[in-house]
């Protein structure tokens, strides 16, 4: 099929070159000349396993191009909105500015029987007013909408097998041809079973919403544990092994640290609220209020066990491990880790950090940042060592090797991702996040 994605950040930049790579036709658009012109050189302008490969073998194909040019879409008759969702300044809600614009800009371009679809995470509601939007401007266009399901870290896998599909749809004959439409860009993965839902607008907007504010209530519940763990001397890792047992609950994302972050989860809970209010129902979602402030409180908690270790943070050198969000990615949108370094550096620390993938992207939102080319270089002569991003490199350390080059052998695990007997058996006092 011939397919057109509009936005090629993150997101659209990983959609285009695996439809490229499942044998679509694709054209990515996007407003930004630089972005467009390393993606065409096939360099991913941000950090994904596996993205170059892709890019790579989808660009020689000639199945994949990108533009500046809006005009290029009317060569397409698949038109997939890809662009991003940011909190707005000064309030919880999602800013629409750049969807809205996407469509706009799309509409001159639209063919008799044209299929828009929405893969943006957008409030509950957006899909049926943008769908009037395109019905409206006359080409016989209709829009959909697909939620993305992606991991940072795992997006082209989960691009091209994903664990499902959502189709937001019209009633009616509209409806079962947009259905036909995605089926067929679908076909590869649909092939091998990958579950479909065919559903309404509001639904499929819903399900994204709500699988991340689930997910981040997970996350946030294990770390109120943890709060409970500290102040009674319990153990929330083993606490977090024995109800993970339970199939109603299951072990994953039920690691208490840090807490999330990223572009997605903090922002979309809080555009979540925000839709709730709008719609009447603020009290429903008034506990997701309570789970972003549980996820904010463990980044301070890492600052005040760091002040406990080592006393006055004033003048006290500090050598953090991991910058993104989580691993496998050079993210640090709302990271936890980044947020950590500046509460320290405001505090008189002075910190040496470093991440194997996020250094530049941490120094471009903190130019003051003070960066280490390896592990080694940033906790040499450390009155404490962080883990604030729990990379298989920082998880592989030896600890003998690191107590040879730290002022004193103090290490705060904010990933609960170190083996706690082995650094203790060398002689680290090492202190996690709800561990005695």
């Known amino acids: 099929m011939r397919i057109s994605v509009i936005g090629c950040g993150y997101l659209g930049a990983v959609h285009a070159a695996c439809m490229a790579e499942l044998g679509h036709d694709v054209v990515g658009i996007d407003v930004d000349e630089h972005r467009v012109a390393e993606l065409s050189a096939g360099r991913a302008p941000f950090f994904e396993p596996g993205l170059p490969d892709v890019l790579s073998r989808a660009l020689a194909t000639g199945r994949l191009r990108f533009t500046t040019d809006m005009a290029a879409a009317a060569e397409a008759t698949v038109h997939f909105v890809a662009v991003g969702t940011p909190q707005t300044k000064g309030s919880f809600n999602a800013d629409l500015t750049y969807v809205d ?13 044209d299929l828009v679809v929405g893969k943006s995470t957008v409030p509950v509601g957006t899909a049926a007013r943008l769908a009037g939007v395109v019905e409206g401007a006359g080409a016989g266009a209709t829009l959909a909408w697909n939620p993305e399901f992606l991991r940072e870290g795992f997006a082209v896998r989960d691009t091209v097998a994903p664990d499902r599909f959502v189709y937001g749809v019209p009633q009616g004959d509209a409806g079962e041809r947009a259905t036909a439409v995605l089926d067929e860009v679908y076909a590869t993965a649909l092939a091998t079973g990958t579950p479909r839902i065919v559903t309404d607008y509001a639904t499929a907007e819903l399900v994204k919403v709500s699988a991340n504010a689930f997910l981040a209530t997970k996350i946030s519940f294990i770390n109120a544990m943890a709060e409970i763990a500290e102040a009674t001397g319990a153990d929330v890792t083993q606490l977090a092994d024995a109800i993970g047992h339970d199939a109603r609950i299951g072990r994953r994302f039920l690691n208490a640290g840090l807490g999330f972050g990223g572009g997605c989860l903090p922002k979309d809970i809080r555009a979540f609220r925000a839709r709730a209010d ?8 008034s506990f ?13 908690r890492v600052v005040t066990l760091t002040r406990e270790l080592v ?3 004033e003048g006290a050198t500090i050598g953090v491990l991991g910058l993104a969000f989580k691993p496998d990615s050079d993210d640090v949108r709302d990271s936890p880790a980044l947020d950590v370094v500046k509460k320290l550096v405001e505090a008189g620390a002075n910190v040496t950090a470093y991440d194997p993938e996020a250094n530049e992207t941490a120094t471009r939102s903190l130019p003051s940042l003070v960066t280490a080319g390896s592990a080694a270089d940033a906790v040499r002569g450390a009155d404490a060592v962080l883990v604030l991003t729990e990379w298989r490199e920082f998880r592989d350390l030896v600890p003998a090797e690191v107590k040879a080059l730290v002022s004193r052998a103090v290490v705060v695990d ?12 060398e002689g680290f006092v090492l202190r996690g996040l709800g561990r005695p």
């Open 101 to 113: 614009a996407a469509v706009q800009g799309l509409l001159p371009y639209l063919g008799e029987g």
């Open 278 to 285: 709008e719609l009447g129902l603020a009290d429903t979602l």
């Open 288 to 300: 997701l209020g309570e789970v972003d402030a549980i996820n904010l409180r463990r980044r301070e």
């Open 311 to 313: 006393g006055d943070l």
């Open 414 to 425: 904010g990933r609960n991702c170190l083996d706690a007997d082995a650094w203790r058996a």
